[in-house]
C-alpha cells in the first residue's frame, strides 16, 4: 500500500509554501492584487495554525497583564471540544518551555517578527518564570518576574499580543 502524507503533512507543505507568497506580498509584491486582503489573511492563519496547531476560530485568547508579570490564556469556545482544548494544552505547555530557555520561536513564526519585548525577555530569562496551568477548559502560562526590567518586557510582549490578537484586554 502506497504511503500517503496526513492531513498536518499537508498543511505543513501548504504553510512553507505560502511563506515565499508572504514575503513577497509584505515587500509590495501583491498591491495590485484585487484579494490581496484575503491573502495577507490566509497566510496568517497559516502561520498561526503551523505556530500554534489549534484552529484560531475555536479558541479565544486573553493576554493579561499583571504587576509581577502577566498571563497567556487560551480556551475552547466550547466546554466539550476535547480535541481543541487537548491542542491547546500541548501548546502552553510548549510555550512555556521554550519561553523558559529564552525560545520565541514561535510568536515570531506567528506573527512573521520579533515581538516587541522578546529581546528584553531573552536575555532576562533567568529572572523570569513562566508556569504552565492546565484549565477544564484550556489553559494558561502565568509569567512572573521581581526585576522591574522582565516585568516591563512582559508588558511590552503581551500588549503587542492584545494590539495583534485583538483580544480587547486591558493594555495597562
Same mark, same amino acid.
Given at each position: 500500500?502506497?504511503?500517503?502524507?496526513?492531513?498536518?503533512?499537508?498543511?505543513?507543505?501548504?504553510?512553507?509554501?505560502?511563506?515565499?507568497?508572504?514575503?513577497?506580498?509584505?515587500?509590495?509584491?501583491?498591491?495590485?492584487?484585487?484579494?490581496?486582503?484575503?491573502?495577507?489573511?490566509?497566510?496568517?492563519?497559516?502561520?498561526?495554525?503551523?505556530?500554534?496547531?489549534?484552529?484560531?476560530?475555536?479558541?479565544?485568547?486573553?493576554?493579561?497583564? $499583571?504587576?509581577?508579570?502577566?498571563?497567556?490564556? !487560551?480556551?475552547?469556545? $466550547?466546554?466539550?471540544?476535547?480535541?481543541?482544548?487537548?491542542?491547546?494544552?500541548?501548546?502552553?505547555?510548549?510555550?512555556?518551555?521554550?519561553?523558559?530557555?529564552?525560545?520565541?520561536?514561535?510568536?515570531?513564526?506567528?506573527?512573521?517578527?520579533?515581538?516587541?519585548?522578546?529581546?528584553?525577555? %531573552?536575555?532576562? %530569562?533567568?529572572?523570569?518564570?513562566?508556569?504552565?496551568?492546565?484549565?477544564?477548559?484550556?489553559? !494558561?502560562?502565568?509569567?512572573?518576574?521581581?526585576?522591574?526590567? $522582565?516585568?516591563?518586557? !512582559?508588558?511590552?510582549?503581551?500588549?503587542?499580543?492584545?494590539?495583534?490578537?485583538?483580544?480587547?484586554?486591558?493594555? %495597562?
Amino acid at each position: 500500500m502506497k504511503d500517503t502524507p496526513g492531513l498536518g503533512t499537508m498543511l505543513l507543505a501548504a504553510d512553507v509554501m505560502l511563506v515565499p507568497l508572504v514575503a513577497w506580498a509584505s515587500e509590495g509584491g501583491m498591491e495590485d492584487c484585487p484579494m490581496h486582503a484575503q491573502h495577507m489573511a490566509s497566510a496568517q492563519a497559516a502561520r498561526e495554525r503551523g505556530g500554534m496547531g489549534f484552529s484560531q476560530e475555536r479558541t479565544t485568547h486573553h493576554f493579561l497583564l $499583571a504587576p509581577d508579570g502577566g498571563s497567556i490564556q !487560551v480556551t475552547a469556545n $466550547a466546554a466539550d471540544d476535547r480535541p481543541t482544548i487537548d491542542q491547546v494544552r500541548r501548546h502552553l505547555e510548549r510555550i512555556a518551555r521554550a519561553f523558559q530557555t529564552g525560545d520565541f520561536t514561535t510568536p515570531e513564526i506567528v506573527h512573521g517578527e520579533t515581538p516587541p519585548g522578546v529581546p528584553a525577555m %531573552r536575555q532576562l %530569562r533567568t529572572q523570569i518564570s513562566y508556569a504552565y496551568q492546565s484549565r477544564p477548559d484550556g489553559a !494558561v502560562v502565568v509569567i512572573h518576574s521581581r526585576k522591574p526590567e $522582565a516585568v516591563d518586557a !512582559v508588558h511590552e510582549f503581551l500588549r503587542f499580543q492584545i494590539r495583534e490578537h485583538r483580544t480587547g484586554d486591558p493594555v %495597562r
